[in-house]
């Protein structure tokens, strides 16, 4: 037994720890929220659809995952990167996998959840064995949600590396930190451009390479269901944070995803009758997006305005479920991506954010901006702050990776 008591040390919003408690307690209120699909009926378990989920323990792929199980009853194979427990607590992927694994246990899915390289060859091919050796040899949905800081091409062996720059010059922004006793402060910071091949790495790691290769690679096995879907998700955002997000490095990434639905469209309407598609989801807070500059502050803002009609990521893959199997009409802009953030960015949300940005400052931030709903969900990104955990109770950190089960 290694049970101790797990407290929220944290450097900024990095947390050292991961509370396996919290971490399963939001995995199970995030299955209640999903509705319950009775209503339009769900196959027998031997015929429900068959998905992967790139990305599948942390963010909107979390989401999607415990939206596709609970709500289209699917089965198949969740793929993510996590560290196990050790000296330290696993990180907090790893326990959110290990309650999604026993939650679909306990409601009759076969999914099997497998820890590695998502980009890395050896992994597609041990997706594709199980592909083909447990699940009939044919996939039905395949969800690509994958944020990473660095991708080893498996062809030349070269790293590639992320950068969060904007592109031609030096972007400032006002940003949202909190002091070492939790004060909130409204403070300027400056990111210089991208230079050299920064934007080359960058789309070669968040762009849609790998996404592209992964359809190769099933597709040479012969893996593709007639009328195979894929979606890679995606994000847009506001105006506000355009120069560092969609005009930036991450941006020019966000387009050679968006270009790469459209060429694998084009290439599996004619092979399976089937559909590539980006969907293009609201903001949230996530691990990813609390690294970039200003989106904490917009975030928080965001929320001061909208309150309990900002539309969660639970929701909004739930959404997405609906329309991938066709219990609701398949809703695209005319650029073929599925907008599941249309809550966000009408001209009243967005107008009303502009001018409490405008206007923050660290003494009326408070007043403005979500701060305490925004703190909980950083501190839910590791599993502290959830209601009804005993934090100074000790807990089993020594959770094992989900089994696979006959």
Known sequence: ????????????????????????????????AVPDPAQQGRPDADEAPVALVIGSSAGYGL????????????????????KAPGRRTGTAGWYRTAATAELAAKHGRDFVFL??????????????????ERFGGKLDY???????????????????????????EAYRTKTLVFDGDGAPEVTTVETGPAEGDDIEQTVAVMGGTDWARWIDHLAGRDLLAQGFATVALSYIG???????????????????????ARDLNDRLVKEVDGRALTSVNGAAVTQSSTAIPGIALYVGLLRGVLGDAMVPPIAQL????????????????????????????????????????????????PALAALDWFAVQVQQLYGFAVPGIDYATPVETDVPWPQRTI
């Open 115 to 132: 820890n590695g390289d998502a980009f890395s060859d050896t992994l597609k091919d041990q997706v594709a064995d199980l592909l083909d």
């Open 318 to 365: 739930t959404q997405l479920w609906d329309q991938l199997t066709g219990t609701a009409p398949l809703d695209v802009d005319d650029e073929d991506r599925i907008r599941l953030d249309t809550w966000e960015l009408t001209p009243a949300v967005q107008e009303a954010v502009a001018e409490r940005w405008k206007t923050a400052t660290t003494e009326n931030i």
């Open 1 to 32: 037994m290694t049970e101790r008591i797990v407290s929220s040390r944290s450097r900024g919003f990095l947390f050292l720890d991961s509370h396996p408690a919290g971490c399963t307690r939001l995995v199970q209120d995030m299955w209640q």
């Open 142 to 168: 395949l969800v690509y949600s994958v944020a990473a800081p660095r991708r080893t091409d498996p062809d030349t062996g070269v790293t590639f590396a992320s950068v969060l720059k904007p592109i031609g």
């Open 238 to 260: 506001s105006p506000l944070t355009a120069s560092i997000y969609r005009q930036g490095t991450i941006g020019a990434a966000k387009a050679h995803l968006e270009q790469t």
């Open 63 to 82: 989401a999607a995952t415990i939206a596709g199980l609970a709500r289209a009853g699917i089965r198949g194979v969740g793929v993510s990167f996590e």
